[in-house]
Nanobody, 121 residues
Framework: VQLQASGGGLVQAGGSLRLSCAASGRTFSKYAMGWLRQAPGKERDVVAAISWTGVGTYYADSVKGRFTISRDNAKNMVYLTMNSLKPEDTAVYYC???????????????WGQGTLVTVSS
């Protein structure tokens, strides 16, 4: 399983970014996908997740109303649109996927190399 995240960068507070993740190595449409983030000195946390159909979504309380996760099963892509960014959103963002198909437990097993998002105040 390969997960390649991109789209990070430096943005001012209040700005927007869109992260993309290209997945390969197995049947994408059978697996939930998620975005995790890890800030310096902190644990890696789930930010958002989406079911294999794209119908079900989950958001951490800290990003509800600001971030939107979406997927395109035809392109094997998952996205994270981030609006109203805050300095506390600064972190390395990882695209992730569970080990088992049709798993909605937010138990992510595979993740890619991450993309850095820096939000300046």
């Amino acid at each position: 399983v390969q997960l390649q995240a991109s789209g990070g960068g430096l943005v001012q507070a209040g700005g927007s970014l869109r992260l993309s993740c290209a997945a390969s190595g197995r049947t994408f449409s059978k697996y939930a996908m998620g975005w995790l983030r890890q800030a310096p000195g902190k644990e890696r946390d789930v930010v958002a997740a989406i079911s294999w159909t794209g119908v079900g979504t989950y958001y951490a309380d800290s990003v509800k109303g600001r971030f939107t996760i979406s997927r395109d099963n035809a392109k094997n892509m998952v996205y994270l649109t981030m609006n109203s960014l805050k300095p506390e959103d600064t972190a390395v963002y990882y695209c992730a996927s569970p080990q088992h198909d049709y798993d909605s437990t937010l138990d992510f097993y595979y993740w890619g190399q991450g993309t850095l998002v820096t939000v300046s105040s």
